[in-house]
Nanobody, 123 residues
Framework: QVQLVESGGGLVQPGGSLRLSCAAS????????MSWYRQAPGKEREMVAA????????NYTNSVKGRFTISRDNAKNTVNLQMNSLKPEDTAVYYC????????????????WGQGTQVTVSS
């Protein structure tokens, strides 16, 4: 059974730090691009950070560049998001996402999501 379980969320003051973790099971973790998304009430879900299957390339939304760092450990089937210099606008539910595309014998997309973890930045 495929599972993505996030942890590490909580309440922090502006300027503080949190480290989110996602534990994956039930699929070949090293074959998937891993991402962190977030969604605040009334807003669209947005991609925060992504990392390729072997960790050679990363991508971030502009609002978190220089503050957030995504990493993965394929031996432990985990992906992490280090969040520094947190701002109130970072408040959201953060979701772990796994995606891969198989092209043979036919095109098939696999897309898995975790349940999410709440991050609240407030004084």
């Amino acid at each position: 059974q495929v599972q993505l379980v996030e942890s590490g969320g909580g309440l922090v003051q502006p300027g503080g730090s949190l480290r989110l973790s996602c534990a994956a099971s039930g699929f070949t973790f090293s074959s998937y691009v891993m991402s962190w998304y977030r969604q605040a009430p009334g807003k669209e879900r947005e991609m925060v950070a992504a990392i390729t299957n072997v960790g050679g390339s990363t991508n971030y939304t502009n609002s978190v560049k220089g503050r957030f760092t995504i990493s993965r450990d394929n031996a432990k089937n985990t992906v992490n998001l280090q969040m520094n210099s947190l701002k109130p606008e970072d408040t959201a539910v953060y979701y772990c996402n796994a995606v891969t595309v198989v092209t043979l014998p036919d095109w098939v997309r696999y897309d898995y999501w975790g349940q999410g973890t709440q991050v609240t930045v407030s004084s």
